[in-house]
Each structure stands twice: as C-alpha cells, then as structure tokens.
C-alpha cells in the first residue's frame, strides 16, 4: 500500500512539473497583435501618414515586427513613433502579398505607435493585422498570467492528491458538511462534459462568434480594464472606447460579473478570448444552477438534475442568445432563472428559510441584466396573486418575500442608486427608448408559429424577421406528461411538476403574438422584444422535463439506457445551431476592429450628440477662437485641463470639453494668482461636458470625474448589508455545529 501511495506522489510530482512547465516555458514571449483589418484606395485615401495603433508600452528589447497585407505597388511604408512623437523606425512595404518581418531594436523603455505611410500612386494597399514580438522580455501581465494558471494547475494536483493518497479523505468531508463528494465529482464531470460540447464553437481560437451585441461588449471589457487602471472603482463611465470621451454605461448596464473577463484581460488575455471563456463560465453555472434546483425540486433525485441540465444545454433560445447575440447580459441570467423558481417554490411550500436562494436569483438578475430582472418580477408578481390566501395564511410566506426584497435592493443599492441619479438629472438616449411608445409592433412581436420551428438561420433584412424559438426538445417535455397521463404513473411531485409545466406553456404563448400585447404596449417598450420571455419559459420547461424523466425511469429497469437516450436527444436538439455557427457565424480574427465600432453603446449618451463628431473633433476644445487663446490642454483620464488667455475681453466665455456629459463631473478654475474656486459643469448643446471661465482674462481650468454623494452612500449600504448576511450566516452556522455536537 505505501509502495502503490509513492508511486501515484512521484506520479504526481513529475506531471506537475510537467505541467509546469509547459505553462510558463513561454514566461518570457511577448506577443501583441492589432487585427487592422483596413484597404487603402486612391479614390477613398490621400497620401499621407495614418496612426493606426493606440500607445503601446514596450520594454528595452529587439522585436519582430510582421505584418499581414497585400499591397498592389511601391510607395507606400510603415513607420513607429515613440513616446515623444520621434520616428524611430520606417520601412518600405514591398509590392505583392506582406510576408517579410522587420526588426525593431528598442534601446530603453518607451510607448510606441505603428502607422502606414501610403502613396496612392502604389495602387490599393491592404493591411489585415500587425504583429509585434518578443521572446527575451519579461512583462508584468506575463508574470501574473502564468502565475495565475500555475496556481490553478497547483490546486488541481494538491486535489488530485488527497483524493489518490489520503483514502479516507471523502468520508472525512461527509462527516464533516454532509457532502457525498464522489457524487459531486461525477456531477461536475458531466456538467462540465456538457459544457465542452455546448460551447464547442467557442474553442476555434483563430476566429469569433460576430453576434449581435458582440462589439458592445468587448468594448465594454476594454472600457472597463482601461478605466481599472486609470483608478477608478466602480468604472461607471468608460475609458478606452469612443476616443476617450467616456461613455457612461456602467450606470445603466450592470457591470459586478463583467469583471472576471476584465481580470483576465489586465493579466494578458485578448478581449475576444476573454469574453468567450467568461461565456463558457456562464454556460457552466447556469447548468450547475439548474441542476440544483430540479434535483432540490425532485426530493434530491439526481436523474432529475441531470436530465434538466442536459435540456438547458442545448435550449435553442440558450444558444441563440450565447452564440447568435452576443447577449451577455441574458447568458448571465440563465444562470439566476433556476434560483428564482427553486426559491419561490420553496417558499410557497413553506420552507421559508429558503428565501435566501430567492433574494440570490433577483440579485444576481439585477446585476446581469435589468430587462431579465423585470420579466422575472412580473411574472413572479402575477404568481403570487394565485397564492395570496396562503401567504395571508401563512405570515412566513410573507416575511421571506420581504426579506428577499429588502435583501435584493440593499445589496444592489450601489448600482441602483447612481443610476436612478443619473436617469433623473441626465437626460440619455437609454431613457427616452425606454419610454418611447410602440409604433409598430410587428417588429417586436414574434409569431406564434415561431416556437414550432425546428431551426432559424437568425438571417434577416426589411423582408425577412428573425425566429427565435425553444427548440424541439422542450416541446417534447409535454408528450412525457402524456405518456405519464396514458400509463397512469402517480408520483407525490407531480403537482409541482404540472405547475411548472403550465406555467412554462404560458409564458411560451406570451412570448409570442397570439398574448394581446396591444395592451402592454408600454412594457414591451422596455423589454424590446416579447421573445425575451423564451427565457424563463425554457428554464421552466426543462425543470418539468427533469421531473417528468424521473417519474418515467423510475419504474424502469434499464434506467441508464433511456437516460442516455433522453441526454443524446437533447444534444442533437442543440447541433443545428451549433453546427450553423460553426460554418456560418465564425468570423476570422482580422475582422475585429474595435475602432471601427463606435457607434455601440449609442443609447448611453445624450440624445442629441452625433457619435461620429469624435472621429472630427478629437482631442479639441470647442470655443471662440477669435477671443481667447489656449494653451497646455490635455487629456488626463476621465478629465481634463487647460490654459486660456485673452488679449482683452472681459466677456466670460464658454469651453466644451472633449468629455461626454454625466452628472458627476466637476470643475475648479484657477486665476493667475494661484486662487482656485470650483466653478459649475454644465452641458452644451450636443452633450459634451461645458465650463465657464467667469470672466477671467487668464487662468487654468481643471475638469475631472468625482463620486457623487449619493455614489458614496449606495456603495456603503451594499457594503453594509453584505457585511450584515455574512455575520448572520456565519452565526448561523455556528448554531448549527453546537447543536450536531
């Protein structure tokens, strides 16, 4: 026995070395590519110099500089700048297809900026992505990359080895919480099988799933890193997007989960491969929510968990929105749908101490996605009314519903807040969509026959609408309840299950335009589409379809055969998409240009400021030049300052700052005296940030982004709360050992 235990421990050493090695044998390889993915013509371009990299900080070192193009003649070149705008490299672009690498030796650390020189005389030029390398530097992201990875390795190893050397390791753990660990591995090992084969398209590393919200979010990861490392926390508004003007986002979309992409960002990782391993994350623990709550559901059945995790895999509306929107924040939601059923099940049942798994649901919504949050309070609100003679019977009920509330609305009180500020002394284009009357419903409204479809290719133009639809797995879950209904199985859950089923049907019809929505004009204004309810309806479909699985195979002797076959039809349910994805929806690397993008997020700027005004205006402030002269402006994170002169005018005189406007910002105005006084921020015409020099013939003025009050105090009531729930449960769970004992 202790021959067999060394042997697995120097097994274990020598792969763990391995392993690491293989981590961190590239510790020392730097790697930046910029996908630029931009043609030059003589009839679109001048000939001139074009920057077309932001500041990119570099060590002392030689570097390999390539870049992937075609050029159609001579004439045109690629240059570098550094840190004090000096060309410290140039070079002829060849005729034909770009192959030949360039060396560029750095003699100390400086931020460089890669341009192209081109001649129109040299025909088209196209350039698809630059790429500079290094293999003798060490950089501190690449530190804290393979450090975090090398970590991650060490726990599994330092895991696998209690498992494999320390036998009595799991019954130890039960005897502690409670927890069967050998069942748990085996569930996390299919829940994690599952998720490989669901996000399967995701692992192509040489292209990205080009969905519809897809460029606002990585923005909004790039928006969110840059605006981290300028210093500020929570990033409400964003740097790094839209030239710098900050957008305003964070406000309206909350951003709490958005951060796990955004660390592995700050610690090396390209955007798009950030976003689609957060994506994976998601997929994961909306199975592992699901699985919970249908195994808590079905009186601890596992079948029934894993039966419900396989349907919600590979639910069409699931992978619509993971692979053919782009939704991040309704892929977040599916990982708190199942929280709110288990919870507002259990409660009902009257174990309201449950409430807690409730408040998490809501909570996590709130900080995923806002429309999901108001379907599921809707309809959880319309549940209720079903049930008020029990919850007047049963004052519990009652309690826990508020406590949830309470508990909802204080943790995300920092959210919340700053938000209902911003709504209320801010006009945005968010606000005005979100109240705007429909006009045309057509568009928002999906058809009946839509949920019947066996797949959508998500094409569509001024003739053609999007389908979106459950997917033929869920809809087969009713024909269980049938075969159950025929063979007259009876099963004390079979109540609860038909409640869900019935709910489930009805939210599919109310997804579509068979429900009056004429009548709820106003709610469908601010959810958008009447679709967005195939969300809660899938997840309650596959919860049913994980009861009634269970019901079925438990008066069969070949249990395992027919859960694999009810797995694999789930599976081949979800390929359609999968495949179409694969083949259609990929695009390569090269085409992600984030520049290109700036429209997105429009609705989180002021109504009236024309986006495409940053690309014109730069850097530049906007006053009358006749009067007045400036001096030293420059952007300094999220503000800015200047120097202004006048010959003689006394008049006090307008500047609009190259910042977007948002309540918040704030100013201080200093004489040629060194006397600073605060002056007002206000906002010009189109929504830029706008200052007054109070008449003053000379001064500096300084103009920087502040939390407000109201930001300060919503962020100690969450923090508060938070600080509340753990002594609670920490007190609880003390309580709960002294009475084991």
Request: proline share 4%; with cysteine.
């Amino acid at each position: 026995m202790k021959k067999n235990k060394a042997l697995i421990l120097i097994l274990l050493i020598v792969v763990l070395g391995l392993s690491l090695y293989l981590i961190n044998r590239d510790l020392y390889h730097y790697e930046y590519t910029f996908p630029f993915s931009r043609v030059f013509t003589p009839e679109e371009n001048v000939k001139r110099k074009y920057l077309v990299t932001e500041p990119i900080p570099l060590k002392k070192g030689i570097y390999e500089l390539n870049f992937s193009g075609l050029s159609e003649g001579v004439g045109s070149g690629c240059y570098i700048l550094n840190a004090a705008d000096e060309t410290i490299f140039s070079a002829d672009i060849p005729m034909g297809e770009i192959s030949k690498p360039y060396t560029l030796d750095l003699p100390s650390n400086t931020s460089i900026r890669i341009g192209i020189s081109y001649d129109p005389e040299g025909g088209m030029l196209e350039v698809r992505w630059i790429k500079l390398e290094c293999d003798t530097v060490l950089y501190s992201q690449s530190i804290l990359r393979h450090a975090v990875f090398s970590l991650l390795t060490c726990m599994v190893f330092l895991y696998l080895g209690f498992r494999l050397l320390k036998t009595d390791f799991a019954e130890k753990v039960k005897a502690r919480t409670g927890i069967d660990l050998p069942s748990c591995e085996k569930v996390f090992l299919f829940l994690l099988c599952l998720t490989l084969l669901a996000s399967w398209p995701f692992f192509d590393g040489s292209r990205f799933t080009e969905g519809d919200d897809f460029y606002f979010h990585v923005s909004r990861i790039e928006g969110m890193a840059q605006s981290l490392k300028a210093g500020y926390f929570p990033p409400r508004i964003l740097l790094g997007w839209m030239g710098n003007y900050g957008v305003g986002s964070g406000f309206y979309y909350p951003d709490l989960f958005m951060f796990i992409p955004v660390l592995l960002v700050l610690i090396g990782i390209t955007t798009a491969n950030a976003l689609r391993v957060f994506l994976i994350f998601c997929t994961f623990f909306s199975l592992l929510t699901i699985y919970l709550a249908a195994k808590n559901l079905g009186k601890g059945s596992q079948i029934c968990g894993v039966i419900a995790a396989a349907l919600y895999a590979f639910a069409a509306y699931r992978l619509i929105c993971l692979y053919y929107r782009n939704a991040v924040g309704e892929v977040q939601a599916f990982i708190f749908y199942p929280l709110i059923v288990w919870g507002l099940i259990e409660i009902l049942r009257g174990n309201v101490q449950k409430w807690k798994i409730f408040a998490l649901g809501f909570w996590g919504l709130l900080m995923s996605h806002m429309i999901s949050l108001a379907i599921s309070g809707v309809l959880c609100a319309i549940c209720l009314l079903f049930f008020i003679p029990r919850i007047i019977h049963n004052k519990g009920i009652f309690t826990a519903l508020v406590k949830a509330t309470v508990t909802t609305i204080l943790l995300g009180a920092f959210f919340l807040l700053p938000m209902a500020e911003q709504a209320l002394r801010n006009e945005l284009a968010i606000n005005i969509v979100m109240n705007k009357p429909i006009e045309i419903m057509g568009y928002n409204l999906t058809k009946f026959y839509s949920i019947l479809l066996p797949f959508d290719p998500w094409e569509f133009n001024d003739a053609t609408m999007i389908h979106p639809y459950p997917g033929y797995a869920l809809l087969f879950v009713p024909l269980l309840r049938l075969y159950l209904f025929i063979t007259k199985k009876k099963d004390e859950r079979m109540k609860t299950a038909d409640y869900i089923l019935l709910s489930g049907i009805l939210i599919l019809i109310v997804s579509t335009d068979l429900f009056p929505w004429i009548l709820f004009k106003s709610f469908l204004a601010k959810i958008q589409f009447s679709w967005r309810f195939l969300g809660p309806a899938s997840v309650l479909l596959c919860i049913a379809g994980g009861l009634y699985s269970d019901m079925i195979l438990a008066a069969i002797k070949q249990k395992k055969l027919l859960a694999a076959a009810l797995i694999s039809a789930a599976v081949i349910s979800g390929m359609p998409i999968l495949f179409h994805t694969f083949n259609t929806k990929m695009y390569p690397l090269e085409r992600l240009v984030l520049s290109n993008k700036i429209v997105s997020g429009a609705e989180y700027l002021p109504p009236d400021f024309d986006f495409f005004f940053i690309e014109s205006n730069k850097n530049n402030i906007i006053y009358d030049e006749s009067q007045v002269s400036l001096s030293g402006s420059r952007r300094q994170k999220l503000g800015f300052v200047f120097s202004f002169e006048k010959e003689s005018s006394t008049e006090p005189l307008d500047y609009s700052i190259p910042l977007i406007y948002y309540y918040g910002y704030q100013a201080k105005l200093t004489d040629e005296n060194g006397n600073i006084a605060p002056i007002p921020v206000t906002k010009d015409e189109i929504g830029l940030v706008r200052v007054n020099d109070n008449g003053l013939k000379t001064g500096s003025i300084r103009i920087a982004y502040e939390k407000t009050t109201v930001q300060r105090i919503s962020e100690g009531i969450s923090l508060c709360t938070l600080f509340v729930l753990l002594f609670f449960a920490c007190k609880d769970k003390k309580t709960i050992n002294i009475n084991k004992k």
